[in-house]
C-alpha cells in the first residue's frame, strides 16, 4: 500500500480508530460535548453515547449507538430532523451549506427579509459649478404620528433606502475579496449611518439574537451581507442551495 505525503499511514489504515475518531475529524457532524468521556469503543463495542451537536437545527440530541452515529455523519438516521427520507435530505443539505463558511448562516436568518430590502431611492447631486454640492432628491423623513405601525412603516422605508443600495455594492466586491474583509470594513460606514439615523429618530438600537423588525438598527446590516452573499453564490452557481423558503418555515417543533 502507498501513502501520500503529508497523510498519517495510521488514519490511512485505521489502526486503532474508532466511529468516534471519524466523527472528531467530521466537517458537519461537530458535537459540543465530548463523547469520548462517555464512551470507551475500544472496551465496549455497544457503547452508547450522548450527542449534544452544535447545529441545533439540523440535528437532534439524543443517546446514540455506533450505528447511528455513522448514519449521522452520511446524512441520515436519527440524529438528523425530518420525519421524511426528503426533510431529512433537507437538513442535511443545510448543514452542508453552512458548514462551508462560518458566515453563510446569516442567509437562514435573514433570508425571509431580502424581498423587503429593496428601494427605488435614487438620489443624484447637484454640482454648482463646482461651488457647492447638494443632494437634488433627498429621503424624505416623516414626523410621527399616532399609528405606530405607520412609523414603523416610515422608518423601514427610510432605513432600506438608505441600505439596500450597499446590497449590489458588496455582491461585485466578493468577486475578489474575501467576506470576512468586506464586513470588516463595511461595519464602518454602517456604525456612522446608524449613528445618524439613530440620532435623527429613525430606528432604535436594540440587543436581539436573531433578526426581529428591520426598525432595530443593531442587526438590520446582517440582511445587507446575507442578501449579497446569496446573490453572489446563486449568480455564480459555486455551491448548491439549500431550500430556504422550506427552512424559514420550520423550528424546533415542527419534527
Known amino acids: 500500500m502507498s501513502f501520500k ?19 472528531k475529524d467530521h466537517s458537519i457532524c461537530k458535537p459540543m460535548n465530548d463523547p469520548w468521556k462517555d464512551a470507551d469503543p475500544h472496551k465496549d463495542p455497544d ?3 450522548r450527542i449534544n ?15 447511528d452515529l455513522e448514519d449521522w455523519m452520511e446524512g441520515r438516521g436519527k440524529m438528523v430532523k425530518g420525519t421524511t427520507k ?17 458566515d453563510r448562516w446569516l442567509i437562514k436568518y435573514t433570508w425571509k427579509w431580502f424581498d423587503r430590502m429593496v428601494t427605488d431611492f435614487n438620489p ?14 433627498p429621503i424624505k423623513i416623516k414626523r410621527k404620528t399616532k399609528e405606530e405601525l405607520q412609523n414603523q412603516k416610515n422608518a423601514e422605508n427610510v432605513i432600506v433606502a438608505m441600505f439596500a443600495p450597499f446590497v449590489d455594492e458588496i455582491k461585485a466586491e466578493l468577486e475578489y475579496r474575501d467576506f470576512s474583509s468586506i464586513r470588516n470594513e463595511y461595519d464602518k460606514y454602517f456604525l456612522g449611518i446608524k449613528r445618524a439615523l439613530f440620532c435623527m429618530g429613525v430606528g432604535f438600537i436594540g440587543a436581539c439574537n436573531l433578526p426581529e423588525e428591520i426598525e432595530n438598527l443593531s442587526w438590520v446590516t446582517d440582511i445587507v451581507y446575507a442578501k449579497a452573499l446569496y446573490l453572489y453564490l446563486k449568480e ?9 423558503e422550506w427552512l424559514c418555515n420550520r423550528n424546533y417543533y415542527n419534527d
Open 53 to 67: 451537536p452544535h447545529n441545533q437545527f439540523c440535528f437532534n440530541s439524543m443517546w446514540c449507538s455506533e450505528k
Open 236 to 244: 455564480k452557481g459555486k455551491v448548491e442551495l439549500p431550500d430556504f
Open 86 to 102: 426528503a426533510e431529512k435530505k433537507k437538513y442535511w443539505d443545510y448543514a452542508v451549506f453552512e458548514g462551508g463558511d462560518h
Open 124 to 137: 443624484w447631486v447637484r454640482d454648482m459649478y463646482g461651488l457647492n454640492m447638494f443632494m437634488k432628491t
Open 47 to 49: 457503547f452508547q453515547v
Open 5 to 23: 505525503r503529508g497523510q498519517d499511514p495510521k488514519k490511512a489504515l485505521r489502526i486503532g480508530r474508532t466511529v468516534l475518531d471519524d466523527l
